[in-house]
């Protein structure tokens, strides 16, 4: 009887082992084609070779943008230099990403001013320095100065993954770094910010070129994987 009972046991386990790989290798496939049909839903903006799609907004000041080897390169001018998209792109209940990297200069290099429904807002990466991060403005105070900002520490010469995300009620922007050897490290979530009754706007010296843009000051910067997708809600 004894044999029996350890006979059904050893059963019992092995199914209930056989039902857990088994959820596991379900569970897997499933994270696998949601991974599969997220990456087919992304739009890429950048050729990696032309600036085709985008313009040349003048600011005054401009550095030079051009590409190589497969990276949009924003040069380092006396004060903003920028490149606009002039492509189709949505206003609200999407998600864009892209990657840049600081070369050389200590403020912002690869700040992307976005539609937020019928306004616009500039999400700041380096800026006043080299590590504040934030979005301007809300409710007219830009990124030094209102209470969604925080201090990153960027290196230079190195890959930093952005995601801003806009939706009906909030904007959220996540942050990951590469470290020393190339290798990207956690997606780190930086702004969490509810946009709901909440007022939107661009600084100043960018409410002439309100559309979907990157730009740097008196910094080199490049960008490269540039990318959207719509949201469904």
């Known amino acids: 009887m004894k044999h029996f009972y350890c006979i059904a046991l050893v059963l019992l386990l092995l199914v209930g082992t056989a039902r857990t790989v088994a959820a596991e ?60 998209y002039e492509r189709e792109f949505p206003r609200m209940n999407y998600e864009l990403r892209y990657e840049a990297r600081r ?26 320095g080299g590590g504040t991060t934030g979005l301007s403005s809300i409710d007219g105070f830009n990124a030094a100065n209102n209470p969604y900002s925080l201090h990153y520490n960027y290196r230079d010469e190195t890959w930093h993954r952005f995601r801003i995300r806009v939706t009906d009620d909030a904007i959220r922007v996540w942050i990951t770094a590469q470290d020393r050897e190339g290798n990207w490290g956690e997606e780190e979530s930086v702004i969490r910010f509810v946009s709901a009754d909440r007022e939107l706007s ?3 010296e960018a409410d002439r070129h309100r559309q979907l843009s990157f730009t740097t000051w008196d910094t080199e910067g490049h960008l490269r994987n540039i990318e959207y ?4 809600r």
């Open 25 to 84: 290798v379900t569970l897997a496939k499933a994270e696998a084609a949601l991974a599969e049909t997220e990456a087919e839903n992304w739009i890429s903006m950048f050729d990696g070779e032309s600036l085709v799609g985008w313009s040349l907004p003048v600011f005054g000041g401009d550095g030079e943008v051009d590409v190589r080897r497969g990276n949009l390169i924003l040069g380092r001018g006396h004060m903003r230099t920028g490149i606009r």
């Open 103 to 128: 070369m050389q200069g200590v403020d912002f290099f690869a700040a992307c001013t976005f539609p937020v429904g019928d306004s616009f807002c500039t999400f700041i990466p380096g800026g006043w």
């Open 202 to 204: 661009t600084r100043l």
């Open 229 to 232: 997708r719509l949201i469904e």
